[in-house]
Protein backbone atom coordinates (compact mmCIF):
# COMPACT_ATOMS: atom_id res chain seq x y z
CA UNK A 1 0.00 0.00 0.00
CA UNK A 2 2.70 2.53 -0.65
CA UNK A 3 1.34 4.11 -3.25
CA UNK A 4 -1.72 4.57 -0.96
CA UNK A 5 0.16 6.59 1.40
CA UNK A 6 1.79 8.72 -1.50
CA UNK A 7 -1.15 9.74 -2.31
CA UNK A 8 -2.14 11.01 1.13
CA UNK A 9 0.59 13.08 1.20
CA UNK A 10 0.12 14.66 -2.56
CA UNK A 11 -3.41 15.59 -1.27
CA UNK A 12 -1.84 18.07 0.53
CA UNK A 13 -0.79 19.71 -2.10
CA UNK A 14 -3.42 19.26 -4.61
CA UNK A 15 -5.75 20.85 -2.20
CA UNK A 16 -3.89 24.04 -1.07
CA UNK A 17 -3.63 26.71 -3.68
CA UNK A 18 -2.00 26.35 -6.70
CA UNK A 19 -2.64 29.44 -9.02
CA UNK A 20 -2.47 29.08 -12.62
CA UNK A 21 -4.10 26.10 -14.74
CA UNK A 22 -0.13 25.11 -15.89
CA UNK A 23 0.53 24.30 -11.80
CA UNK A 24 -2.78 22.30 -11.54
CA UNK A 25 -1.80 20.52 -14.27
CA UNK A 26 2.03 19.55 -13.47
CA UNK A 27 0.49 18.73 -9.29
CA UNK A 28 -2.16 16.30 -10.84
CA UNK A 29 0.18 14.53 -13.04
CA UNK A 30 2.40 14.16 -10.32
CA UNK A 31 0.11 11.84 -8.41
CA UNK A 32 1.16 8.47 -9.03
CA UNK A 33 -1.13 5.65 -10.29
CA UNK A 34 -2.84 2.93 -8.32
CA UNK A 35 -2.08 -0.93 -9.18
CA UNK A 36 -5.14 -2.88 -10.00
CA UNK A 37 -4.94 -4.32 -6.25
CA UNK A 38 -5.55 -0.72 -5.22
CA UNK A 39 -7.80 -0.03 -6.92
CA UNK A 40 -9.80 -3.02 -6.31
CA UNK A 41 -9.24 -2.49 -2.28
CA UNK A 42 -10.08 1.53 -2.78
CA UNK A 43 -13.25 0.27 -4.63
CA UNK A 44 -14.44 -2.46 -2.47
CA UNK A 45 -13.93 0.28 0.48
CA UNK A 46 -16.22 3.07 -1.31
CA UNK A 47 -19.75 0.53 -2.32
CA UNK A 48 -19.27 -1.74 0.99
CA UNK A 49 -18.84 1.40 3.55
CA UNK A 50 -19.26 4.26 1.69
CA UNK A 51 -15.71 4.97 2.73
CA UNK A 52 -15.40 8.93 0.89
CA UNK A 53 -11.87 8.67 1.83
CA UNK A 54 -11.58 5.31 -0.25
CA UNK A 55 -13.59 7.78 -3.03
CA UNK A 56 -10.53 10.76 -2.80
CA UNK A 57 -8.00 8.07 -3.14
CA UNK A 58 -9.75 6.75 -6.34
CA UNK A 59 -10.35 10.34 -7.79
CA UNK A 60 -6.83 12.19 -7.58
CA UNK A 61 -4.68 9.66 -9.16
CA UNK A 62 -7.04 9.71 -12.26
CA UNK A 63 -7.23 13.35 -12.47
CA UNK A 64 -4.52 13.53 -14.94
CA UNK A 65 -7.17 11.66 -17.73
CA UNK A 66 -9.57 14.33 -17.27
CA UNK A 67 -6.54 17.09 -18.24
CA UNK A 68 -5.93 15.12 -21.16
CA UNK A 69 -9.55 14.61 -22.50
CA UNK A 70 -10.47 18.47 -21.81
CA UNK A 71 -7.46 19.28 -24.31
CA UNK A 72 -9.18 17.80 -27.17
CA UNK A 73 -11.95 20.44 -26.97
CA UNK A 74 -9.74 23.33 -26.79
CA UNK A 75 -10.67 24.24 -30.44
CA UNK A 76 -14.25 25.66 -29.17
CA UNK A 77 -14.04 28.64 -27.79
CA UNK A 78 -14.53 27.68 -23.73
CA UNK A 79 -12.32 27.96 -21.21
CA UNK A 80 -9.89 25.24 -20.16
CA UNK A 81 -10.14 25.48 -17.01
CA UNK A 82 -14.31 24.82 -17.16
CA UNK A 83 -13.54 22.13 -19.64
CA UNK A 84 -11.62 20.40 -16.63
CA UNK A 85 -14.38 21.38 -14.06
CA UNK A 86 -16.93 19.66 -15.99
CA UNK A 87 -14.72 16.45 -16.25
CA UNK A 88 -13.83 15.99 -13.04
CA UNK A 89 -17.72 16.26 -12.27
CA UNK A 90 -17.76 12.73 -15.06
CA UNK A 91 -15.08 11.26 -13.33
CA UNK A 92 -16.60 11.18 -9.56
CA UNK A 93 -19.76 9.92 -11.54
CA UNK A 94 -17.92 7.13 -12.73
CA UNK A 95 -16.16 6.17 -9.36
CA UNK A 96 -19.47 6.61 -7.74
CA UNK A 97 -20.51 4.01 -10.49
CA UNK A 98 -17.66 1.84 -10.57
CA UNK A 99 -17.66 -1.91 -9.96
CA UNK A 100 -14.36 -3.99 -9.76
CA UNK A 101 -15.75 -7.06 -10.09
CA UNK A 102 -15.96 -6.74 -13.38
CA UNK A 103 -12.67 -6.98 -14.45
CA UNK A 104 -12.28 -3.39 -15.94
CA UNK A 105 -9.51 -0.75 -15.07
CA UNK A 106 -11.40 2.50 -13.59
CA UNK A 107 -9.35 5.02 -16.07
CA UNK A 108 -11.33 2.83 -19.12
CA UNK A 109 -14.41 3.13 -17.25
CA UNK A 110 -14.22 6.75 -16.49
CA UNK A 111 -12.90 7.54 -19.57
CA UNK A 112 -16.77 7.85 -21.00
CA UNK A 113 -17.96 9.47 -18.29
CA UNK A 114 -15.50 12.10 -18.03
CA UNK A 115 -16.21 12.49 -22.03
CA UNK A 116 -19.64 12.57 -21.56
CA UNK A 117 -19.92 15.42 -19.40
CA UNK A 118 -17.43 17.40 -21.41
CA UNK A 119 -20.28 17.00 -24.47
CA UNK A 120 -22.72 18.21 -22.24
CA UNK A 121 -21.26 21.09 -21.28
CA UNK A 122 -20.00 22.00 -24.86
CA UNK A 123 -23.91 21.83 -25.90
CA UNK A 124 -25.09 23.77 -23.47
CA UNK A 125 -22.56 27.01 -23.57
CA UNK A 126 -20.80 26.98 -27.17
CA UNK A 127 -23.14 29.17 -28.41
CA UNK A 128 -25.74 31.52 -26.75
CA UNK A 129 -28.79 29.83 -28.24
CA UNK A 130 -28.48 25.88 -28.15
CA UNK A 131 -27.57 24.35 -31.44
CA UNK A 132 -28.07 20.53 -30.19
CA UNK A 133 -31.59 19.33 -29.60
CA UNK A 134 -31.41 15.81 -31.20
CA UNK A 135 -29.89 12.92 -31.74
CA UNK A 136 -28.46 13.56 -34.62
CA UNK A 137 -27.67 17.17 -34.21
CA UNK A 138 -25.29 15.52 -31.38
CA UNK A 139 -23.83 13.14 -33.28
CA UNK A 140 -23.22 15.72 -36.11
CA UNK A 141 -21.73 18.30 -33.79
CA UNK A 142 -18.15 16.73 -33.44
CA UNK A 143 -17.89 15.10 -36.45
CA UNK A 144 -18.95 17.90 -38.86
CA UNK A 145 -16.19 19.70 -38.26
CA UNK A 146 -13.78 16.76 -39.03
CA UNK A 147 -15.69 15.85 -42.10
CA UNK A 148 -14.86 18.65 -43.78
CA UNK A 149 -12.27 18.84 -46.32
CA UNK A 150 -12.34 22.06 -46.98
CA UNK A 151 -13.21 25.62 -46.00
CA UNK A 152 -16.57 26.95 -47.04
CA UNK A 153 -20.33 25.46 -47.73
CA UNK A 154 -20.59 22.10 -48.17
CA UNK A 155 -22.03 21.31 -51.58
CA UNK A 156 -24.65 18.94 -52.93
CA UNK A 157 -22.51 15.88 -52.55
CA UNK A 158 -20.54 16.31 -50.06
CA UNK A 159 -23.56 16.73 -47.81
CA UNK A 160 -24.98 13.64 -49.28
CA UNK A 161 -21.85 11.76 -48.58
CA UNK A 162 -21.59 12.93 -44.91
CA UNK A 163 -25.05 12.20 -43.98
CA UNK A 164 -24.49 8.49 -45.77
CA UNK A 165 -21.36 8.07 -43.47
CA UNK A 166 -22.45 9.37 -40.39
CA UNK A 167 -26.12 7.92 -40.91
CA UNK A 168 -28.65 11.00 -40.83
CA UNK A 169 -30.81 13.07 -42.73
CA UNK A 170 -28.78 15.64 -45.37
CA UNK A 171 -31.61 18.42 -43.94
CA UNK A 172 -29.51 17.43 -40.53
CA UNK A 173 -26.43 18.17 -41.97
CA UNK A 174 -27.47 21.44 -43.92
CA UNK A 175 -29.41 22.29 -40.63
CA UNK A 176 -26.15 21.55 -38.20
CA UNK A 177 -23.93 23.40 -40.84
CA UNK A 178 -25.38 26.68 -39.92
CA UNK A 179 -25.66 26.35 -36.97
CA UNK A 180 -21.99 25.78 -36.06
CA UNK A 181 -21.00 28.44 -38.98
CA UNK A 182 -22.71 30.76 -37.56
CA UNK A 183 -22.18 33.49 -34.94
CA UNK A 184 -24.45 35.18 -32.41
CA UNK A 185 -25.75 38.61 -32.73
CA UNK A 186 -25.65 41.26 -29.88
CA UNK A 187 -29.09 43.01 -29.08
CA UNK A 188 -27.33 45.90 -27.19
CA UNK A 189 -25.82 48.07 -29.43
CA UNK A 190 -21.72 48.27 -29.43
CA UNK A 191 -19.69 51.23 -30.48
CA UNK A 192 -17.91 51.37 -33.14
CA UNK A 193 -14.08 52.14 -31.56
CA UNK A 194 -13.01 53.92 -34.59
CA UNK A 195 -15.63 56.60 -34.95
CA UNK A 196 -17.60 56.22 -31.34
CA UNK A 197 -20.33 55.93 -33.47
CA UNK A 198 -23.31 53.25 -31.59
CA UNK A 199 -25.28 51.49 -34.69
CA UNK A 200 -29.10 51.13 -33.56
CA UNK A 201 -29.86 47.75 -31.26
CA UNK A 202 -31.92 45.13 -32.67
CA UNK A 203 -33.64 45.10 -29.94
CA UNK A 204 -35.25 47.85 -30.86
CA UNK A 205 -36.65 46.72 -33.81
CA UNK A 206 -37.83 43.44 -32.03
CA UNK A 207 -41.73 43.87 -31.79
CA UNK A 208 -43.58 42.80 -28.83
CA UNK A 209 -46.89 41.42 -29.51
CA UNK A 210 -48.21 40.76 -25.82
CA UNK A 211 -49.49 44.07 -24.17
CA UNK A 212 -47.69 47.31 -22.70
CA UNK A 213 -46.73 46.56 -19.31
CA UNK A 214 -47.88 50.46 -18.32
CA UNK A 215 -51.21 49.83 -19.70
CA UNK A 216 -51.63 46.55 -18.04
CA UNK A 217 -50.63 48.17 -14.42
CA UNK A 218 -52.71 51.33 -15.00
CA UNK A 219 -55.79 48.84 -16.22
CA UNK A 220 -55.31 46.53 -13.25
CA UNK A 221 -54.98 49.65 -10.50
CA UNK A 222 -58.29 51.28 -12.46
CA UNK A 223 -60.22 48.03 -12.07
CA UNK A 224 -59.68 47.86 -8.65
CA UNK A 225 -60.10 50.95 -7.72
CA UNK A 226 -63.38 50.77 -9.73
CA UNK A 227 -64.30 47.89 -7.68
CA UNK A 228 -63.95 49.06 -4.26
CA UNK A 229 -65.80 52.08 -5.29
CA UNK A 230 -68.66 49.82 -6.75
CA UNK A 231 -68.35 47.66 -3.62
CA UNK A 232 -68.98 51.28 -1.46
CA UNK A 233 -71.48 52.51 -3.33
CA UNK A 234 -73.32 49.17 -3.14
CA UNK A 235 -73.69 49.75 1.19
CA UNK A 236 -75.35 52.91 0.61
CA UNK A 237 -78.09 51.44 -1.18
CA UNK A 238 -81.11 49.78 0.67
CA UNK A 239 -81.46 46.28 1.17
CA UNK A 240 -84.40 45.65 -1.20
CA UNK A 241 -82.94 47.99 -3.88
CA UNK A 242 -79.54 46.02 -3.18
CA UNK A 243 -80.32 42.78 -3.73
CA UNK A 244 -82.71 43.82 -6.86
CA UNK A 245 -79.64 45.05 -8.84
CA UNK A 246 -78.18 41.74 -7.24
CA UNK A 247 -79.98 39.36 -8.78
CA UNK A 248 -80.26 41.62 -11.87
CA UNK A 249 -76.99 41.61 -12.82
CA UNK A 250 -74.51 40.45 -10.37
CA UNK A 251 -75.14 37.10 -10.31
CA UNK A 252 -74.47 34.09 -13.45
CA UNK A 253 -77.93 32.93 -12.82
CA UNK A 254 -79.98 36.38 -12.98
CA UNK A 255 -83.81 37.14 -12.01
CA UNK A 256 -86.70 37.80 -14.26
CA UNK A 257 -88.61 41.24 -13.40
CA UNK A 258 -91.63 38.51 -12.91
CA UNK A 259 -89.76 36.50 -10.49
CA UNK A 260 -89.03 39.48 -8.12
CA UNK A 261 -92.05 41.24 -8.32
CA UNK A 262 -93.42 37.75 -6.77
CA UNK A 263 -90.71 37.93 -3.99
CA UNK A 264 -91.80 41.51 -3.09
CA UNK A 265 -95.20 41.30 -3.60
CA UNK A 266 -95.19 44.54 -6.07
CA UNK A 267 -95.47 44.54 -9.66
CA UNK A 268 -93.06 43.89 -12.44
CA UNK A 269 -92.62 47.60 -13.42
CA UNK A 270 -92.37 48.56 -9.87
CA UNK A 271 -89.22 46.19 -9.80
CA UNK A 272 -87.75 48.46 -13.05
CA UNK A 273 -88.29 51.28 -11.32
CA UNK A 274 -86.27 50.51 -8.12
CA UNK A 275 -83.44 48.91 -10.52
CA UNK A 276 -83.29 52.24 -12.22
CA UNK A 277 -83.44 54.29 -9.61
CA UNK A 278 -80.66 52.41 -8.23
CA UNK A 279 -78.63 52.41 -11.03
CA UNK A 280 -78.80 56.08 -11.46
CA UNK A 281 -77.88 56.10 -7.63
CA UNK A 282 -74.70 53.68 -8.49
CA UNK A 283 -73.90 55.86 -11.21
CA UNK A 284 -73.70 59.16 -9.31
CA UNK A 285 -71.47 57.38 -6.60
CA UNK A 286 -68.86 56.16 -8.78
CA UNK A 287 -68.59 59.93 -10.92
CA UNK A 288 -68.02 61.43 -7.63
CA UNK A 289 -65.73 58.94 -6.02
CA UNK A 290 -63.89 58.88 -9.95
CA UNK A 291 -63.17 62.59 -9.21
CA UNK A 292 -62.29 62.79 -5.86
CA UNK A 293 -59.20 60.18 -6.89
CA UNK A 294 -58.45 62.44 -10.31
CA UNK A 295 -57.93 64.64 -6.79
CA UNK A 296 -55.68 62.16 -5.01
CA UNK A 297 -53.37 61.50 -8.15
CA UNK A 298 -52.88 65.10 -9.97
CA UNK A 299 -49.71 63.36 -11.42
CA UNK A 300 -51.44 60.44 -13.31
CA UNK A 301 -51.50 60.34 -16.66
CA UNK A 302 -54.44 61.86 -18.41
CA UNK A 303 -54.97 58.69 -20.22
CA UNK A 304 -54.94 56.26 -17.07
CA UNK A 305 -57.48 59.36 -15.07
CA UNK A 306 -60.10 59.26 -17.84
CA UNK A 307 -60.06 55.27 -17.20
CA UNK A 308 -60.72 56.07 -13.53
CA UNK A 309 -63.58 58.97 -14.29
CA UNK A 310 -65.26 55.68 -16.24
CA UNK A 311 -64.81 52.88 -15.40
CA UNK A 312 -65.28 49.16 -16.95
CA UNK A 313 -66.02 46.78 -13.96
CA UNK A 314 -67.19 43.16 -14.36
CA UNK A 315 -68.17 41.80 -11.39
CA UNK A 316 -70.62 39.46 -11.68
CA UNK A 317 -68.26 37.11 -9.43
CA UNK A 318 -66.53 39.12 -6.76
CA UNK A 319 -69.56 41.45 -5.54
CA UNK A 320 -72.36 38.76 -5.66
CA UNK A 321 -69.61 36.82 -3.30
CA UNK A 322 -68.70 39.69 -1.30
CA UNK A 323 -72.13 41.21 -0.71
CA UNK A 324 -73.69 38.01 -0.55
CA UNK A 325 -74.77 38.53 3.59
CA UNK A 326 -75.91 42.42 3.33
CA UNK A 327 -78.86 40.94 0.53
CA UNK A 328 -82.10 41.26 2.44
CA UNK A 329 -85.35 39.43 1.90
CA UNK A 330 -87.74 41.62 2.88
Same mark, same amino acid.
Given at each position: ????????????????????????????????????EE????????????????????????????????????????????????????????????????????????????????????????????????????????????????LG??????????????????????????????????? %????? /???? &???? !?????? @???? *????????????????????????????????????????????????????????????????????????????? %????? /???? &???? !?????? @???? *??????????????GH????
Open positions: MSNVMKITRSELEVIGPIGTLEAYTQRVCSIPPLTREVDLAKRLTRHNDLDAARKLILPHLRLVVHAARRYTGYGLPMADLIQEGNIGLMKAVNRFDPSVGVRLATYAKHWIRAEIHEYLYRNWRIVKVVTTKAQRKLFFKLRGAKKRWLSSVETSAIARNLGVDAKDVRQMEQRLYSCDLHL %DPLAD /SSNG &HTDE !PLSASL @QNPG *PDPSEQLANSHSRNEGLSHLRTALLTLDERSRDILTCRWLQEDKSTLQKLAHKYGVSAERIRQIEANAIKHLQSRLI %DAGET /SVQR &HPTV !PPRTLN @QRRT *PRIDVSSEISDSDGVGHS
